[in-house]
């Protein structure tokens, strides 16, 4: 059975920067993703898309602060968030299509979150 698992999580100042993980347990491959983060009292919010080979697409609050890779091994894929503002406070999600390889997906897989804090 997968799990995805986020790690990367923390508390920074304003500014700062924070590299988010979303791993798939075993030797999968994680061929989307979809970063999705909830503040308390909110409905979670879809702030990053990226397809193997595709297309990587970004909210507009975090477009040219937060960018995605995939590590060589395929089974981790990154959020890069650079310059951080307090607004960015919040759990953050990963969802994940996963497969045996870049072209045969199998499963889509939700992570438990990690927390990010931003202080002013």
């Known amino acids: 059975q997968v799990q995805l698992v986020e790690s990367g999580g923390g508390l920074v100042q304003a500014g700062e920067s924070l590299r988010l993980s979303c791993t798939a347990s075993?030797?999968?491959?994680?061929?989307?993703v979809q970063w999705y983060r909830q503040t308390p009292g909110k409905q979670r919010e879809l702030i990053a898309t990226?397809?193997?080979?595709?297309?990587?697409n970004f909210e507009d609050s975090v477009k040219g602060r937060f960018t995605i890779s995939r590590d060589n091994a395929k089974n981790t894929v990154y959020l890069q968030m650079n310059s951080l503002k307090p607004e960015d406070t919040a759990v953050y999600y990963c969802?994940?299509?996963?497969?045996?390889?870049?072209?045969?997906?199998?499963?889509?897989?939700w992570g438990k979150g990690t927390l990010v804090t931003v202080s002013s």
């Open positions: 969802n994940a299509e996963v497969g045996y390889s870049d072209y045969d997906s199998f499963g889509d897989y």
């Open positions: 075993g030797s999968f491959s994680i061929n989307a």
């Open positions: 990226w397809t193997n080979g595709r297309s990587t």
